[in-house]
Protein backbone atom coordinates (compact mmCIF):
# COMPACT_ATOMS: atom_id res chain seq x y z
CA UNK A 1 0.00 0.00 0.00
CA UNK A 2 1.84 3.53 -1.02
CA UNK A 3 -0.38 7.22 -0.20
CA UNK A 4 -2.07 8.56 -3.40
CA UNK A 5 1.01 9.93 -6.17
CA UNK A 6 0.93 13.75 -4.78
CA UNK A 7 3.52 15.74 -6.47
CA UNK A 8 3.69 18.35 -3.87
CA UNK A 9 4.73 21.97 -5.17
CA UNK A 10 6.81 24.37 -3.51
CA UNK A 11 4.54 26.72 -2.50
CA UNK A 12 0.92 26.76 -1.13
CA UNK A 13 -1.26 29.71 -0.77
CA UNK A 14 -2.20 29.83 3.33
CA UNK A 15 -6.07 30.32 3.09
CA UNK A 16 -5.64 31.28 -0.49
CA UNK A 17 -3.31 33.92 -1.47
CA UNK A 18 -4.36 35.70 1.99
CA UNK A 19 -1.85 38.71 1.91
CA UNK A 20 -3.60 39.73 -1.43
CA UNK A 21 -7.62 38.81 -0.89
CA UNK A 22 -10.00 37.85 1.87
CA UNK A 23 -9.06 34.56 3.83
CA UNK A 24 -10.25 31.62 3.00
CA UNK A 25 -12.66 33.07 0.43
CA UNK A 26 -13.23 31.92 -3.18
CA UNK A 27 -11.65 35.17 -4.20
CA UNK A 28 -8.46 34.22 -2.48
CA UNK A 29 -8.25 31.23 -4.42
CA UNK A 30 -9.12 32.55 -7.52
CA UNK A 31 -6.02 35.22 -6.46
CA UNK A 32 -3.62 32.41 -5.37
CA UNK A 33 -4.43 30.67 -8.86
CA UNK A 34 -3.47 33.70 -10.91
CA UNK A 35 -0.22 34.38 -8.66
CA UNK A 36 1.20 30.62 -10.74
CA UNK A 37 0.02 28.61 -7.34
CA UNK A 38 -0.88 25.06 -7.71
CA UNK A 39 -2.20 24.10 -4.16
CA UNK A 40 -3.89 25.86 -1.11
CA UNK A 41 -4.30 25.56 2.34
CA UNK A 42 -8.00 26.00 3.65
CA UNK A 43 -9.56 25.80 7.28
CA UNK A 44 -12.80 23.57 7.29
CA UNK A 45 -15.45 23.63 9.68
CA UNK A 46 -19.66 23.64 10.79
CA UNK A 47 -22.12 26.40 11.28
CA UNK A 48 -24.72 25.27 13.67
CA UNK A 49 -26.86 23.44 11.14
CA UNK A 50 -24.31 21.47 10.41
CA UNK A 51 -22.87 23.48 6.71
CA UNK A 52 -19.69 22.77 6.08
CA UNK A 53 -17.54 25.91 5.45
CA UNK A 54 -14.34 27.32 4.59
CA UNK A 55 -13.35 29.27 7.46
CA UNK A 56 -11.03 29.79 10.24
CA UNK A 57 -11.66 31.41 13.47
CA UNK A 58 -14.39 30.28 15.70
CA UNK A 59 -16.13 33.26 15.50
CA UNK A 60 -17.18 35.33 12.69
CA UNK A 61 -16.46 38.67 14.25
CA UNK A 62 -12.67 39.47 12.50
CA UNK A 63 -13.08 38.36 8.95
CA UNK A 64 -16.76 39.76 8.03
CA UNK A 65 -19.77 42.37 9.40
CA UNK A 66 -21.34 39.59 12.08
CA UNK A 67 -21.18 38.94 15.22
CA UNK A 68 -20.80 35.41 17.39
CA UNK A 69 -19.63 31.59 16.97
CA UNK A 70 -20.34 30.44 13.94
CA UNK A 71 -21.53 26.84 15.40
CA UNK A 72 -24.65 29.60 16.37
CA UNK A 73 -25.16 30.20 12.81
CA UNK A 74 -27.47 28.72 10.15
CA UNK A 75 -26.39 28.67 6.53
CA UNK A 76 -29.17 31.10 5.58
CA UNK A 77 -27.53 33.40 8.16
CA UNK A 78 -24.09 32.82 7.23
CA UNK A 79 -24.16 33.08 3.55
CA UNK A 80 -25.51 36.81 3.77
CA UNK A 81 -22.86 38.35 5.95
CA UNK A 82 -20.23 40.60 3.97
CA UNK A 83 -16.78 39.12 4.28
CA UNK A 84 -14.79 41.06 2.27
CA UNK A 85 -15.04 45.14 3.32
CA UNK A 86 -13.08 44.33 6.98
CA UNK A 87 -9.89 43.44 3.96
CA UNK A 88 -11.18 45.95 1.32
CA UNK A 89 -13.73 47.85 -0.15
CA UNK A 90 -13.58 45.87 -3.37
CA UNK A 91 -14.00 42.47 -1.76
CA UNK A 92 -17.22 43.87 -0.20
CA UNK A 93 -19.29 41.09 -2.50
CA UNK A 94 -17.85 38.28 -0.73
CA UNK A 95 -19.71 36.23 1.10
CA UNK A 96 -18.56 32.83 2.70
CA UNK A 97 -17.42 29.99 0.68
CA UNK A 98 -19.73 26.86 1.37
CA UNK A 99 -17.21 23.35 1.32
CA UNK A 100 -19.55 22.36 -1.73
CA UNK A 101 -18.63 25.85 -3.65
CA UNK A 102 -15.25 25.90 -2.28
CA UNK A 103 -14.38 21.85 -3.77
CA UNK A 104 -16.28 23.55 -7.13
CA UNK A 105 -13.66 26.14 -7.77
CA UNK A 106 -10.74 24.58 -6.98
CA UNK A 107 -12.09 21.74 -9.75
CA UNK A 108 -12.74 24.34 -12.10
CA UNK A 109 -8.78 25.46 -11.47
CA UNK A 110 -7.58 21.99 -11.02
CA UNK A 111 -6.04 23.09 -8.33
CA UNK A 112 -4.82 21.08 -5.40
CA UNK A 113 -5.94 21.78 -1.47
CA UNK A 114 -4.11 20.79 2.22
CA UNK A 115 -7.08 21.18 3.59
CA UNK A 116 -7.27 21.66 7.93
CA UNK A 117 -9.60 19.76 9.57
CA UNK A 118 -9.85 23.35 12.10
CA UNK A 119 -11.54 21.48 15.60
CA UNK A 120 -11.73 24.63 17.21
CA UNK A 121 -12.58 24.63 20.90
CA UNK A 122 -15.56 22.79 22.30
CA UNK A 123 -16.33 20.99 18.54
CA UNK A 124 -17.00 17.87 17.50
CA UNK A 125 -13.60 15.91 15.69
CA UNK A 126 -16.31 13.19 14.58
CA UNK A 127 -18.96 14.92 13.39
CA UNK A 128 -17.13 17.28 11.61
CA UNK A 129 -15.03 14.43 10.06
CA UNK A 130 -17.81 12.78 9.19
CA UNK A 131 -19.87 15.63 7.58
CA UNK A 132 -16.88 16.97 5.45
CA UNK A 133 -14.92 14.17 4.57
CA UNK A 134 -17.01 12.16 2.14
CA UNK A 135 -17.85 15.27 0.38
CA UNK A 136 -14.17 16.20 -0.04
CA UNK A 137 -13.52 12.45 -1.10
CA UNK A 138 -16.31 12.38 -3.61
CA UNK A 139 -15.26 16.12 -5.13
CA UNK A 140 -11.27 15.46 -5.81
CA UNK A 141 -9.16 13.08 -6.89
CA UNK A 142 -6.75 11.34 -4.13
CA UNK A 143 -3.85 13.25 -5.87
CA UNK A 144 -4.72 16.65 -5.65
CA UNK A 145 -5.80 16.17 -2.20
CA UNK A 146 -4.12 16.59 1.98
CA UNK A 147 -6.55 16.57 4.68
CA UNK A 148 -4.52 18.11 7.93
CA UNK A 149 -5.40 18.31 11.42
CA UNK A 150 -3.70 19.55 15.05
CA UNK A 151 -6.33 17.19 15.96
CA UNK A 152 -5.32 13.80 15.86
CA UNK A 153 -8.63 12.39 16.99
CA UNK A 154 -9.86 14.15 13.37
CA UNK A 155 -7.41 12.57 11.64
CA UNK A 156 -7.70 8.86 13.37
CA UNK A 157 -11.42 8.63 12.44
CA UNK A 158 -10.04 10.10 8.96
CA UNK A 159 -7.79 7.11 8.94
CA UNK A 160 -11.49 4.66 9.80
CA UNK A 161 -12.87 5.98 6.75
CA UNK A 162 -10.20 5.79 3.89
CA UNK A 163 -7.39 3.98 3.77
CA UNK A 164 -4.04 5.31 3.27
CA UNK A 165 -3.88 5.02 -0.91
CA UNK A 166 -7.01 6.44 -1.02
CA UNK A 167 -6.46 9.63 0.98
CA UNK A 168 -2.92 11.36 2.11
CA UNK A 169 -2.95 12.96 5.77
CA UNK A 170 -1.00 15.94 7.31
CA UNK A 171 -0.18 15.66 11.00
CA UNK A 172 0.33 19.57 11.89
CA UNK A 173 2.45 20.65 15.05
CA UNK A 174 3.17 23.47 16.92
CA UNK A 175 5.87 22.49 18.77
CA UNK A 176 7.27 19.29 18.06
CA UNK A 177 5.94 16.48 20.98
CA UNK A 178 8.30 13.45 21.70
CA UNK A 179 5.85 11.19 20.62
CA UNK A 180 5.74 12.39 17.13
CA UNK A 181 6.80 9.00 15.45
CA UNK A 182 3.89 7.14 16.97
CA UNK A 183 1.31 9.86 16.41
CA UNK A 184 1.72 9.96 12.84
CA UNK A 185 2.46 6.02 12.40
CA UNK A 186 -0.93 5.83 14.12
CA UNK A 187 -3.01 7.96 10.82
CA UNK A 188 -0.50 6.36 8.59
CA UNK A 189 0.70 10.13 8.07
CA UNK A 190 1.85 11.24 4.40
CA UNK A 191 2.71 14.52 5.82
CA UNK A 192 3.94 16.39 8.56
CA UNK A 193 3.66 19.85 8.28
CA UNK A 194 5.35 21.84 11.08
CA UNK A 195 5.60 25.54 12.48
CA UNK A 196 8.77 26.23 10.60
CA UNK A 197 10.82 28.81 13.48
CA UNK A 198 9.89 25.71 16.13
CA UNK A 199 11.35 22.86 14.03
CA UNK A 200 14.81 22.03 14.89
CA UNK A 201 17.51 20.61 12.19
CA UNK A 202 17.90 17.18 13.94
CA UNK A 203 13.46 16.58 14.33
CA UNK A 204 13.26 17.64 10.45
CA UNK A 205 15.84 15.01 9.52
CA UNK A 206 14.62 12.30 11.46
CA UNK A 207 10.91 13.06 9.58
CA UNK A 208 12.56 13.25 6.42
CA UNK A 209 14.13 9.59 7.17
CA UNK A 210 11.01 8.27 8.57
CA UNK A 211 9.85 8.93 5.00
CA UNK A 212 7.30 11.92 5.84
CA UNK A 213 6.75 14.92 3.37
CA UNK A 214 7.50 17.92 5.08
CA UNK A 215 4.85 20.57 4.71
CA UNK A 216 6.34 24.16 6.63
CA UNK A 217 3.85 26.74 7.64
CA UNK A 218 3.18 29.94 7.75
CA UNK A 219 6.13 31.56 6.33
CA UNK A 220 6.52 35.23 4.68
CA UNK A 221 9.69 35.65 4.46
CA UNK A 222 12.19 34.18 1.80
CA UNK A 223 15.27 35.37 2.95
CA UNK A 224 14.09 34.38 6.42
CA UNK A 225 13.07 30.98 5.75
CA UNK A 226 16.11 30.41 2.75
CA UNK A 227 18.20 27.92 4.33
CA UNK A 228 15.21 25.76 4.90
CA UNK A 229 15.10 24.18 1.72
CA UNK A 230 18.43 22.48 2.94
CA UNK A 231 16.47 20.83 5.54
CA UNK A 232 14.63 18.73 3.12
CA UNK A 233 11.41 20.52 3.17
CA UNK A 234 8.86 19.92 0.33
CA UNK A 235 6.67 22.91 0.71
CA UNK A 236 6.06 25.80 2.57
CA UNK A 237 2.69 27.24 3.54
CA UNK A 238 2.54 30.78 2.99
CA UNK A 239 0.00 34.17 2.61
CA UNK A 240 2.54 35.60 -0.16
CA UNK A 241 2.86 33.24 -2.70
CA UNK A 242 3.74 35.64 -5.08
CA UNK A 243 6.90 37.28 -3.24
CA UNK A 244 8.31 33.86 -2.37
CA UNK A 245 8.16 32.58 -6.32
CA UNK A 246 9.76 36.02 -7.15
CA UNK A 247 12.52 35.47 -4.56
CA UNK A 248 12.77 31.83 -6.14
CA UNK A 249 12.52 32.26 -9.46
CA UNK A 250 15.49 34.63 -9.09
CA UNK A 251 17.85 32.34 -7.33
CA UNK A 252 17.25 29.82 -10.26
CA UNK A 253 17.47 32.22 -12.80
O1 LIG B 1 -2.21 24.43 7.99
C1 LIG B 1 -1.25 25.34 8.42
C2 LIG B 1 -1.83 26.47 9.22
O2 LIG B 1 -2.97 26.95 8.58
C3 LIG B 1 -2.16 26.09 10.64
O3 LIG B 1 -2.53 27.16 11.42
O4 LIG B 1 -4.11 28.71 12.49
O5 LIG B 1 -3.30 29.20 10.20
O6 LIG B 1 -4.90 27.34 10.59
P1 LIG B 1 -3.77 28.14 11.15
MG1 LIG C 1 -5.09 26.45 8.61
Redesign the pocket.
Known amino acids: MTHPAITLPTLIA ?2 GYSAAAPENTLAAVRAAHEAGARWV ?1 L ?1 VQLLGDGTPVIW ?1 DAEVDRCSDGRGNLNTLTWPQAKVLDVGSWFGDSFADEKMASLEAMLALLNELEMGV ?1 M ?1 I ?1 VNKGRDPIELVNRVLPEMLDALSPERLIV ?1 S ?1 DVDALKHCRTLAPKEELAL ?1 V ?1 FGNTPREWRALCEAVDAFSI ?1 P ?1 WPRLKRDQADAMHQAGYQL ?1 C ?2 ANDPSAFNNRWEWGIASV ?1 TDEPAIFKRFLDNQHS
Do not use: A, M, Q, W
Request: hydrophobic share 20%; aromatic share 12%.
Open positions: HREDHNEKSFGLHHLYTI
